[in-house]
Each structure stands twice: as structure tokens, then as C-alpha cells.
């Protein structure tokens, strides 16, 4: 009997792209947008003759499509995380193209305008790209990924200049956005092909009333900004606009707050490491952009000013397109130092380079070797901050918020290139020169607003030194220190060791200040461990009780064991009355066992303490017989540490951090915080294992010596694990709902999945070795698998019927 093989819809991806290939593919995706904005520049002061409308009505060609990228890039980061990363991707690019169409077309300013904003609708792609990144690459390549794809932003606006120029030199305008549409096209066809399509959701609704919210308050913000020039910064209209951002801005914070699926998770945002990283951002995408504004102008202005070069558009285009590729050559750099030192200091470095780069063309400033000097410089800078600050957004975020975050990262920059613009406008009017009865902005204007940008990467480094330092030391090195009190001047507490006056033993007891002292459990009054009602006590040789001028009583007998049930010896037991009277004190022998006597029936207050330990006060109840009462001690010292992925240092955000004792008993179970750091508190001294786990990296175990006192600190690493991945095809066609088994070399099973629609299958975190892969839903094939490290493994499987049937 033969059977039809179904014959699933072929989606068109692959089952295990390679992590070059996603890469390349997201950053050309990148460049194309920031591409597209820059195609227009050239032909800006053509528009009013070119569209036969006024200037002041052209400029909407350029603001449009700022107004549109403000509102839309926040929005398809949120519903990236929540519909799918990719699926937005796409939309955004069918946005850019047909945006780009549309403004090919026009011959008026109506169309253009709205094709202008068609194309700001796309400008999601970048901060898209990173968050695909972080969910499909193997962790080792993260790093340098997600730097060249932040740094392509950069890369395509140096680039694109002296394209735009060439071919606005050169063909009809309308090829300008010809261009721009045939490369988004390109892009359209390679972002299903070659990029998966990532399996972090969210889910949830979108809060539309936030949408309307942020995107008014982000339009009349960035109106008021890029318009005030022309309207007046003193105008009803401005100050209107501005006024109305503040209010509204405000309204819909209180919304986001309470609202419970909002666009902007703002607890999120407003944590430390988010916030400072954002704040810097403004400053950084202001600096870059002082750039963009001063040198072309510098480039073009005419040789007879005495300080203008005269050169074409194409040439000052030119003169800046090394800086892009700058940008793409230090994006491994950057990821590399962020490796090493955190993405901190990353930021930190690449804002000092780009202040040292404008501190250098405002004295070098006559030669066009001056400007490619400059640029790269400042391109390098760029390069590095562009690629720290996804690294650091995706360490302090949840994997289910990194779209919205990083388009949120990325909306700071735009807000921080407006202002510059804003900015540069208001000085460069104000500081002008005659120049045969026509004002241009004077040299000592472009040197201001040279020092402006310096100023504002010196305060992106100054806010970026605020951002929470990633403390720990080398992975296995243990630190103890003494735990402090909020004033961070004296302990806590601490152990304090006095000498038995009978016995010579050592008692332990707790002590505040260097005074022993016990509490009263019922009282909770301090009482003197060394006397009953001001008279002093004699002390007791190990496990034999003595009572204050009382004969033995009835024995309480027991043993002091610590949370993990070995013994402690040399405790000290105290027995008091309710009223904190002293009745009796021993010392638990090397087996743990103490004896106490009470001087009759009744209820009493049974104190333990030892050095290392929390003291333990309890109740116990007397009934005329001996009494059996084991005392469980818990340590007072404590594990932290910081766990770090070893490409790139980021933070392990969720990973599970597990302490077992030398006998496998688990003692405390825990997991790192969005800055990758974990706290366990009440251990006792002595070595633990320490294990952590996490998704897409190999499990790390290891012993750590816990302090006799204090906190232990740690700092560990966890390598990239391996990823395979395939497809399950039956004559050909992808096939569904199979079973596939993965099988390690001693036989034991070690992951199951089923295939979806479209046939693809996965399993990760997997240790280098020999395995079998099973498949299921025909007659079952199986074949062996060798993953040599970390990375992805290609596995398709061919599933057909036996022969006859």
C-alpha cells in the first residue's frame, strides 16, 4: 500500500542559517535605511525649485521623515517583541520601499512628503536587527554583531553622502529614491531567505492609547525642536509645542505606569544601567551629528571666505565616506574591549575619542587631509559608543523586551541628532560673516559649534560614569569581606570568642560592639552572657552544664548542627528564664551534643552561638522529664558574585545559580538579576559547590571556599553552548509534527522536540561530543552527529517509506 506524503507549505527558510550570513544580511539592512536618509540631502536646496513650493514648505520632505522614524521605531520594537522580531522587520522594509516609490514618482510636494514619511516608517530596522541578534546567534558572536549592526547607522550615512552626490551629479533626482527602493527590494528578498525568525514573544496586547500618547508628545518635541528655527524659538507655536510635550509626556508616563501591557515598560527603563545608558545616548547622537552639520559646509563654502575649500558636494562627500568604513573596522574592536573591560568603558573610551576628534578640527581646519583625519577619528569614537550601547540595554533587559528597548535606545539618538541640528542652527545664524552682501556662518561660528560637540561627548563620557560598575574578580577567586551595616562603618554583627574560666574552652558567644551579649526571646532585652542579675556565673567545662547555686535539674539534651546537618562543636548553650535570668551554660562536645539542666517544669529560652553562625534563640517546654532538642545553626556568611557571558562580558540576565554541600545536599537556590549579579545569604564556612545554568550557554560548576565571615564575592564566566539545528523533510517538502530525538554517546536521551510547519527543529546548549539524531513520523531514520564546540550545527534529515510499501 502506498501513501501520499504531505507536503507542508515551503516557507523559504532555512533551518540553520549560518551566524556570517544573518549578520551580514541585518547590517545591510541597517545600511540601506540609514541610507535612505541621507539620499536627500544633496538635492535639499533644489526641492523649492524642483517641487515648485516654497522652502519652508520643503523642509517637511526632511521633517516628515524624522516625525515618522520618532513614532514608529518604539512601536515596531514593541511589537516586534510581541508579533515577531522579523515579521516587523519586513513590514519596515516594504515601508521603505514603498515610501521610496512613492517619492520617486512625485514631481510635487505632497507626494514627496508622504513618501518621506513612508520611508521613516523603516527606520525599526536597525534596533530590529540587534534584538534578532540576541535571540538567534550563538553567544560568542553576539558582540561583534551587535556593534557592526549599531555602527551601520553611522556607516550608511558616511556612505551615503557621497553616493546621493554622485548620483544626483549625474542622473534625474528621481534615481535617488530609484536607488533607494532597488536596495530595500534586495533587502526584502534576503531577510526571509537567509534571517529566522525569532521564537522570543511576548505576547500580550499593544497598548494603542500609549501609541497615540507617545507619538503626540514625540511629535511636538521634535516639531518644536527641528521647526523653532524657522518659527521663532520665542513663538506662541514653539513654546506651545514644547508646552504641550511636556504635558502630554507626562500624561502618558502616568499611563504607562498603569496599564497593565504598556508600549514602554518605564520600571524597566528607569532602571539604572537603562536610564544613564539612554541619557548618554542623547549626548553621543548629538555629537555625532555636529559633525555631519559643520564639516560639508566647511568643505563646500567658497575659498574666498578664507576659510572655506571650495570643494564640490561629491568631494566633500568623498572626504567623509572613510569614516563610515572606520565605523565598520572598529565594530570588532569595540566589541573585543567590551569583552575585556564591559561595555562601560567602551562607551566611556569612544566618547573621549570623538571630543578629541572635534578638539582637533577646530585647530585643523585648512587642508582636506585635515577633514579625513578628523572624520576618522570621530568615526572611530562613533563606532565604539554605537557598539556599547546595545550590549549594554540587552545586559540590563529581559530577552522578551529587547525590541522595544533597544528602539527605544535608539529614538534617544535621534532626539540627540535633532537637537544638534536645533542647535547648530540657532549658533550658526547668530555668528555670521558678510560675504558680498550674502551672511554665511562665520569660522569662529563652526568652531563653536566644533566645541559644542566636544562638549556634549565629554558629557556623554561624564553620564556614562554613572552607569552600575560590573563588579567581580577572576572566575574561581574568592573574596571575603565583612558584611556592614547600611552606614557602612561598623559590623553587623560578629563572633566574639571568650575563654571558659573553669574549663579553659572557648565559649562562643554573640556579641554587638565587642560586648557579649544574649537575647531574650521573649523579652528581647541583651542579657549579660557571663553573669544572672549582675552575679557572675561560673562557665562550664565542654557538654556539662553548670547552674547558678542550684543543684542539677532536669537534663536538656541535644545536638548544635548547622542548616546542612553536620555537626558543630564548641557552641555555646545558654538555657535562661523567660525574665532572662541565666540558668545554666554549656559547650557542645566535637560531635555537637550539649547538655543543660533546668531547675524544674516550665518554659524556658534555649540560646546557641558559634562562631561563623547566626545565633539561635527557642523556646523549649520542660514537663518533668528529660528533654531532647537539637539546635539548628545557619552561617552568617554570604555568597555574591556576577555571572558574564565570555564573548563579551554582558551579564547573564535569569540564569539559575544553585549551592549544594561536599555531600550534594542543595543548601540555597537563587538567580542572577538583569545586571547578571546573584546574593545567598546564611551559608556556614566551608567549601560549597557553586552551579549555574543558562540558555545558550554550557552549564558551570566549581567549588568556592565560603569565608568565616562576610561575603564571599565570585566572578564567572559561562562559555557559549553549541546549537543544532535542521530540517525534517519527507520527499522533499518540509514535514510537520515529526518526532526528533537527540541521543548522547552513553545512549541517554537528552532533549525531544517536534518540528513545526515548517519542518525546522532545534536543540541548544549542547556540550561538544558524539550524539544520534532520531526522527520520527515515518519510518523513524537515525543518524550519528559529532558537535565539535560552540556555534550552530547544520543537521537536515531525508525521511522516506520502505521500500514497497
Not at 133 to 142: G, I, K, N, S, T
Not at 315 to 340: E, F, I, K, Q, Y
Not at 589 to 609: H, K, M, Q, T
Not at 749 to 759: E, K, N
Request: glycine share 12%; net charge negative.
Amino acid at each position: 500500500m502506498s501513501h501520499a506524503l504531505p507536503r507542508p507549505v515551503d516557507t523559504g527558510e532555512p533551518a540553520a542559517p549560518r551566524a556570517n550570513t544573518v549578520v551580514a544580511v541585518l547590517a545591510f539592512g541597517g545600511i540601506v535605511v540609514s541610507l535612505m536618509q541621507t539620499l536627500v540631502i544633496p538635492i535639499v536646496p533644489e526641492l523649492p525649485r524642483l517641487l515648485d513650493a516654497p522652502a519652508s514648505d520643503t523642509a517637511w520632505a526632511v521633517t516628515a521623515t524624522l516625525l515618522a522614524a520618532a513614532v514608529a521605531t518604539p512601536m515596531t520594537g514593541r511589537l516586534g517583541d510581541m508579533y515577531g522580531k522579523r515579521r516587523m522587520l519586513l513590514i519596515s522594509l516594504v515601508m521603505l520601499v514603498a515610501g521610496s516609490v512613492t517619492a520617486a514618482l512625485s514631481d510635487s510636494l505632497t507626494p514627496m512628503i508622504v513618501g518621506r514619511a513612508l520611508q521613516g516608517l523603516a527606520s525599526g530596522v536597525i534596533p530590529l536587527g540587534i534584538s534578532i541578534m540576541r535571540d538567534e546567534l550563538p553567544a560568542e558572536r553576539l558582540g561583534s554583531a551587535t556593534a557592526l549592526m549599531s555602527a551601520s547607522l553611522g556607516v550608511g550615512g558616511a556612505l551615503g553622502l557621497p553616493t546621493a552626490a554622485l548620483i544626483a551629479d549625474n542622473f534625474d533626482w528621481h534615481a535617488l529614491f530609484w536607488a533607494s527602493a532597488g536596495l530595500g527590494v534586495v533587502a526584502l528578498a534576503l531577510v526571509p531567505a537567509l534571517v529566522p525568525e525569532s521564537k522570543v514573544r511576548t505576547g500580550g496586547r499593544f497598548d494603542l492609547v500609549g501609541g497615540m500618547g507617545m507619538a503626540a508628545g514625540l511629535v511636538s518635541l521634535l516639531l518644536a525642536i527641528s521647526k523653532g528655527g524657522d518659527w521663532g524659538w520665542d513663538s506662541g507655536t514653539t513654546l506651545g509645542l514644547f508646552a504641550a510635550a511636556v504635558v502630554v509626556l507626562l500624561v502618558w508616563g502616568w499611563w504607562e505606569l498603569r496599564v497593565e501591557e504598556p508600549l514602554v515598560d518605564l520600571r524597566t527603563t528607569a532602571r539604572r544601567q537603562v536610564l544613564v545608558t539612554n541619557l548618554a545616548s542623547i549626548a553621543v547622537g548629538f555629537a555625532m551629528f555636529a559633525m555631519s552639520l559643520v564639516i560639508p559646509q566647511l568643505l563646500q563654502l567658497p575659498e574666498a571666505t578664507g576659510y572655506g575649500l571650495g570643494k564640490s558636494l561629491l568631494v566633500a562627500g568623498l572626504t567623509m565616506a572613510p569614516s563610515g568604513l572606520v565605523m565598520m573596522a572598529t565594530a570588532p574592536v569595540s566589541a573585543a574591549l567590551s569583552r575585556a573591560r564591559g561595555p562601560k568603558i567602551t562607551l566611556m573610551v569612544g566618547a573621549l575619542i570623538v571630543a578629541a576628534g572635534y578638539g582637533l578640527n577646530i585647530v585643523l581646519m585648512s587642508e582636506l587631509w585635515h577633514f579625513v583625519l578628523v572624520t576618522c577619528v570621530i568615526g572611530a569614537g562613533i563606532g565604539f559608543t554605537y557598539g556599547s550601547m546595545p550590549a549594554l540595554i540587552m545586559g540590563a533587559v529581559p530577552a522578551s523586551e529587547t525590541g522595544a528597548a533597544n528602539s527605544l535606545n535608539t529614538l534617544m539618538r535621534s532626539i540627540g541628532t535633532s537637537t544638534a541640528s536645533a542647535v547648530a542652527g540657532v549658533i550658526l545664524a547668530q555668528m555670521t560673516t558678510d560675504f558680498g552682501g550674502t551672511p554665511l556662518p562665520s569660522q569662529d561660528g563652526f568652531k563653536v559649534v566644533l566645541a559644542v560637540g566636544a562638549g556634549a561627548a565629554l558629557l556623554a563620557f561624564a553620564v556614562a560614569s554613572f552607569i552600575p560598575r560590573q563588579r567581580g574578580a577572576e572566575a574561581g577567586v574568592a573574596e571575603a569581606e565583612v558584611v556592614t551595616a547600611p552606614g557602612g562603618e561598623e559590623p553587623v554583627a560578629e563572633t566574639a570568642l571568650a575563654t571558659s574560666s573553669a574549663g579553659g574552652e572557648p565559649v562562643a558567644t554573640n556579641s554587638v560592639g565587642g560586648e557579649p551579649v544574649a537575647t531574650d526571646s521573649a523579652g528581647g532585652e541583651p542579657v549579660a552572657a557571663d553573669s544572672v542579675e549582675g552575679e557572675p556565673v561560673a562557665e562550664a567545662s565542654a557538654g556539662v552544664a553548670v547552674t547558678a547555686g542550684a543543684p542539677a535539674g532536669i537534663p536538656v539534651r541535644g545536638r548544635v548542627l548547622r542548616a546542612d546537618r553536620t555537626t558543630v562543636g564548641g557552641a555555646a548553650v545558654t538555657l535562661i528564664s523567660l525574665r532572662g535570668k541565666q540558668l545554666g551554660r554549656a559547650v557542645s562536645r566535637d560531635d555537637g551534643s550539649y547538655r543543660v539542666d533546668a531547675p524544674g517544669a516550665g518554659s524556658y529560652v534555649l540560646i546557641a552561638a558559634s562562631e561563623g553562625c547566626q545565633p539561635q534563640a527557642s523556646t523549649i517546654v520542660v514537663a518533668g522529664e528529660p528533654v531532647a532538642y537539637d539546635v539548628l545553626l545557619s552561617g552568617t556568611s554570604g555568597l555574591a558574585g556576577v555571572v558574564r557571558s565570555a564573548d563579551g562580558a554582558t551579564p547573564v540576565a535569569g540564569a539559575a545559580v544553585i549551592v549544594t554541600d561536599a555531600r550534594g545536599e542543595v543548601l540555597a537556590t537563587g538567580g542572577t538579576d538583569v545586571l547578571g549579579e546573584f546574593t545567598v545569604t546564611d551559608l556556614v564556612p566551608g567549601p560549597v559547590t557553586l552551579a549555574v545554568s543558562s540558555p545558550k550557554h554550557r552549564p558551570l560548576a566549581q567549588v568556592v571556599e565560603i569565608g568565616a565571615a562576610g561575603t564571599t564575592r565570585v566572578a564567572l564566566e559561562l562559555r557559549p553552548g553549541a546549537q543544532v539545528r535542521g530540517t525534517v523533510r519527507a520527499g522533499g517538502a518540509p514535514l510537520s509534527d515529526a518526532r526528533v530525538t537527540l541521543v548522547d554517546a552513553a545512549g541517554n536521551v537528552v532533549a525531544t522536540t517536534r518540528t513545526g510547519h515548517d519542518g525546522a527543529y532545534v536543540f541548544s546548549d549542547l556540550d561538544t561530543g558524539a550524539y544520534t539524531v532520531i526522527a520520527t513520523g515515518y519510518p523513524p531514520r537515525a543518524t550519528p552527529l559529532t558537535v565539535p564546540g560552540t556555534g550552530v550545527d547544520d543537521h537536515d534529515i531525508e525521511l522516506a517509506h520502505a521500500d514497497g510499501e
